[in-house]
């Protein structure tokens, strides 16, 4: 008779029974198991206080059993700085879309990464605002067809993406920046081991760290999730480059 | 009793903080007192002016006087622009360095004493304002310069208090200039 | 300036802006997040020294909007914490204090008033009485406001704001204008009068031993809104219930009544007075507390007063929530300055002179 052990099992930083709401293929339920994975991992559960944004990234608080406070959207830096900043024991991590990022909340995001706030900002990079529809957001790709970009984004009207990753590596205050994918299963390892740099960068006190991760949007883009994964890893990683852009602990090596 | 008064000058004469010191001696006398000052975007040169309403009994003072029983003007903007606001029976007590001799009121009490001149004889042409409070403190008889020289203790900052004998001296030549002269 | 202010016995001459500054160090003010606009710098000067000095948080915040989130985040911990901004800045931080009166976080905003819309200028005025009791964030909910008019009600309502905030889970507003910013009066500092509010039962500590607790306004279902709005009202409720606050002076035989908040109020007082030396019956209704307002007074008031008039440096704004208490039961009228400082004593007794002959 042979003894069966559990090797993969929900983390306890989910909450128990909870189920994810995100649309099929969505990628944002890998990315909060790979929070919720690290957050067992480094044992921070019971010592983190979590700040969801406003798009899908809010529904975070119904999934990870943490502290959670819900910010005004693009604030949500803001937030966890205050909090940071009055308990500066407390692990803190903002769970973000590129819209509430890089679009309405960029000056705060950027400054918190200015001021080198020991936060960790994980961001969603799908291209669009997935709650509203799949709307035209900073990331939309040049010739990406949104419902506000209807003959696919052009320059003339819209401007250019941003690539946020690399914006955020300039910042002085930041420790680590990285993109990550979620395309295959090596890509989600590695998406996994960022995050987890990100939350020790923290926990040692050494700045911002920051992680973007690209991700579908199936429902907004119109595609299978294969089809999905598949234009992450053909039109995405082209244009925002998966990697490590800051990491001041290299240095030390 | 209430009695208030305005300190005007020009940006850098230092009119806000004569007002201040004048406000602590009333506070140190156990009166109640409003300062405040007037508005402007400017930083340096404009006119300025601040208030100041000493009151006797419990109550609260009103603010924005139509009047005034005592106005320092230390320039002639101020002098001219406050002229009209003195009480009947009030005082203009002017510096008569930068301000022209003239009484086109009738019903006011004049005081032209050449306060910046007097300053300048002492050493220190920003000695001016707080001269002027002796002047000011001997033609109301409403405060004294011991109570001065303690307010001015409280006021300067720990990096100014060097400048605290000088200061004092200065009120003590405003408090003891001879008024028949001023009055003249 | 900065230095000499502590605790004290002694009376000390303050500012407005300073006293409300220290006084907040003193109620135990944990973290302070601002950015710079007159005439309430003074505010973010101080603390920017104190707060550093005291080992607490300090944030030069890269605009009012995130200054006010930052308030949100560290009061979702449990820590007192506040921001101080005027008028056209406030303006920027209404979104956040509609989050946070149904986050129930005990926010304090210190909003020093000056003259709008828009850039406006920098003197003084009431033209945000609307913004504070009314509030330009979304849905229904309300601030608790205090009015000081005077430099030692700067440093009392400073510590009230603290204790009300935590005591109802609320935002709170001190409300003063920029002359009581810019003004000096001796004040005292006493100790932090009221009790400390447990916030255990709620404030985000990391989930140690229990599940996560989720501070959030979003409410997915319509019965959920529903249910959570009559909690908050019923709240809003106790708060006019238990907090109404105000000052009345001469008003059983008077047969007119100013009404007046802030620094006006001090030139209504001295008008009152001069109009009983004339055997004119005039007493005056000083609102406290802006929300809770203290319309159930003035309401009884009506009964017997003739007249109401309202005092304000603005086009007339409480005169609304002045009319509402009356009811239409006598007529209300408004003594105004667009801006500026406050109507003068003169002009005040002039007008009610008028006012009493009609």
Known sequence: MTTLTQTFKVPESIKKGSKFSFCPGCDHGVAVRLVAEVLDELNLRENTIAVASIGCSVTLYDFLEVDSLEAPHGRALAEATGIKRARPDKFVFTYQGDGDFASIGMAESMHCALRGENVTAICINNTTYGMTGGQLGPTTLLGQVTTTSPTGRNVEYYGYPVKIAEHVALCDGTAYSARVSLDTVPNIKKAKAAIKKACEIQLKGLGFSFVEILSTCPTNWRMSPQQAHNRVREEMMPVFKPGVYKDITEKEL | ?184 | MTECLTKTSKKVLTKGNYAIANAAVLAGCECYFGYPITPQSEIGEFMSGKMQELKRAYVSAESELAAINMVLGACSTGAKAMTSSSSCAVALMQEALSYAAADELPVVLVSVMRAGPGLGNIYPSQGDYNQATIGGGDGDYKLIVLAPATVQECVDLTYKAFYLAQKYKNPTVLLADGLLGQMMEPVEFKEYPYPEVDNSDWALTGAKGRPGRIIRSYAPLADNQCEFLKKLHAKYKLIEENETEWEEINTEDADIILVSFGSPARNAKSAMKECRKLGIKVGLLRPITLFPFPSKRISELADTAKKFISVEINMGQMIRDIKLAVNGKVPVELINRPVGNPPSVEEIVERIKKESEE
Request: aromatic share 8%; net charge neutral.
């Open chain 2, 1 to 184: 009793m209430e009695k208030n008064f305005i300190i005007a000058g020009f940006g850098g004469q230092g009119v806000l903080l004569a007002g201040e010191v004048l406000a602590n001696a009333f506070m140190l006398d156990n009166k109640n007192v409003t300062w405040y000052p007037s508005y402007g975007a400017e930083m340096r040169g404009g006119t300025v002016n601040c208030e100041i309403v000493m009151n006797d009994s419990e109550d609260v003072s009103s603010v924005n006087k139509a009047e005034t029983d005592f106005i320092v003007a230390l320039n002639q903007a101020s002098f001219d622009r406050f002229l009209p606001k003195v009480k009947k029976g009030g005082w203009m007590i002017a510096n008569s360095s930068l301000v022209t001799e003239a009484k086109t009121r009738s019903d006011i009490n004049y005081m032209f004493v050449p306060m910046t001149k007097l300053a300048d004889d002492l050493g220190n042409t920003k000695m001016t304002n707080i001269l002027s409070l002796g002047v000011l403190a001997k033609a109301s008889g409403l405060t004294d310069p011991k109570l001065l020289e303690n307010a001015l203790d409280q006021v300067l900052p720990p990096h100014r208090k060097n400048l605290l004998p000088l200061n004092c001296k200065a009120l003590k030549i405003g408090y003891e200039y001879d008024l028949s002269l001023a009055r003249a």
